[in-house]
């Protein structure tokens, strides 16, 4: 809780920062709260929808949530992102992640 505490001081004099939003939603994440973890990850992309890396946080919590179906869309989300920024490092791992999920 303490790094918690931190990213929100931080936050608090820079409230659109997406390193810090998405901090956020890892730390929630290992404290098991789900849903305020979602809820950073969700403002991360509506700051910045090239902020790959929040792609596949943002699916696999949808994913622990049960909702397989967000989850893909928000795959599907990423790997278009990243195709337009021609991440293909980003593109290759939404990609085997969506390819687990479908697998499924």
């Known amino acids: 809780m303490e790094r918690i505490q ?11 920062d997406c390193f810090v939003l998405h901090a956020l ?6 404290e098991q709260d789900i849903h305020t973890a979602l809820n950073f990850f969700k403002q991360v ?12 946080h943002l ?3 949808y994913e622990k949530l049960g909702d397989y ?3 893909i869309e928000i ?5 278009q992102i990243a195709s337009q920024l021609k991440d293909n490092h980003a593109k290759n791992e939404l990609q085997m992640a969506l390819d ?3 697998d499924e």
Do not use: C, F, M, V
Not at 6 to 16: A, V
């Open 6 to 16: 931190k990213l929100k001081e931080i936050l608090s004099q820079s409230p659109n």
């Open 25 to 30: 939603g890892l730390e929630y994440l290992k």
């Open 45 to 56: 992309l509506i700051q910045d929808e090239k902020y790959l890396g929040t792609y596949y």
């Open 59 to 61: 699916a696999k919590t």
């Open 69 to 71: 179906n967000k989850a």
């Open 75 to 79: 795959y599907h989300r990423g790997i």
């Open 100 to 102: 687990d999920i479908s």
